[in-house]
T-cell receptor
Framework: AQSVAQPEDQVNVAEGNPLTVKCTYS??????LFWYVQYPNRGLQFLLK??????LVKGSYGFEAEFNKSQTSFHLKKPSALVSDSALYFC??????????????FGGGTRLMVKP | GAVVSQHPSRVICKSGTSVKIECRSL??????MFWYRQFPKQSLMLMAT?????????EQGVEKDKFLINHASLTLSTLTVTSAHPEDSSFYIC??????????????FGPGTRLTVL
């Protein structure tokens, strides 16, 4: 079975400060890892993914995430937060060795609040 | 690229009626589409996996006779909520997996459909 944990329901940060949204995962095989962002009453927008290769992945809107195999983590980061980054962020994992293959498992979501 | 649309974006219906929601991949072909349900302030729960030309695979606890899925083409999947009841009110989101090489690991999501059953 695969699972994802986002330990923080909400993260508050001041505009201009760095932000981190935490994610840890559990899979039996090798993971594909994703971050999505959701604005109110909207679907999910793809931010970035880790499949293989460099552990530091750069994505949309200045976001990046670092894959840490030993800690089974894939934290989302941004050096300088914007008020417009305020949204709901979801981490997701897919077990590339799983025959069910396509299924994404989502974390519970973390609400990011960036204050001016 | 990789745009997914949903129609309608919002629907209100009476209890006992059926509602069809369409999910389209606009600029790519998707052999596989997914249907999710999201309750307020909660994460997405996978309802079913829709495969073009074959029957959908439903997750445990999802009634296949209530949530009918059809994936008749490489760009369109439909979800029909039959005999809708107020407890079916939710935000339904579809996603599509780009079949093109190198992109097949990423799901792209539609904007969602808010269903309210009175």
């Amino acid at each position: 079975a695969q699972s994802v944990a986002q330990p923080e329901d909400q993260v508050n940060v001041a505009e201009g400060n760095p932000l981190t949204v935490k994610c840890t995962y559990s899979v039996s095989g090798n993971p594909y890892l994703f971050w999505y962002v959701q604005y109110p009453n909207r679907g999910l927008q793809f931010l970035l993914k880790y499949i293989t290769g460099d552990n530091l992945v750069k994505g949309s809107y200045g976001f990046e995430a670092e894959f840490n195999k030993s800690q089974t983590s894939f934290h989302l980061k941004k050096p300088s937060a914007l008020v417009s980054d305020s949204a709901l962020y979801f981490c997701a994992v897919r077990d590339m060795n799983n025959n069910a293959g396509n299924m994404l498992t989502f974390g519970g979501g973390t609400r990011l609040m960036v204050k001016p | 690229g990789a745009v997914v649309s949903q129609h309608p974006s919002r629907v209100i219906c009476k209890s006992g009626t059926s509602v069809k929601i369409e999910c389209r991949s606009l600029d790519f072909q998707a052999t596989t589409m997914f249907w999710y349900r999201q309750f307020p302030k909660q994460s997405l729960m996978l309802m079913a996996t829709s495969n073009e030309g074959s029957k959908a695979t439903y997750e445990q606890g999802v009634e296949k006779d209530k949530f009918l899925i059809n994936h008749a083409s490489l760009t369109l999947s439909t979800l029909t909520v039959t005999s809708a009841h107020p407890e079916d009110s939710s935000f339904y989101i579809c996603s599509a997996r780009d079949s093109r090489g190198g992109r097949s690991d990423t799901q792209y999501f539609g904007p969602g459909t808010r269903l309210t059953v009175l």
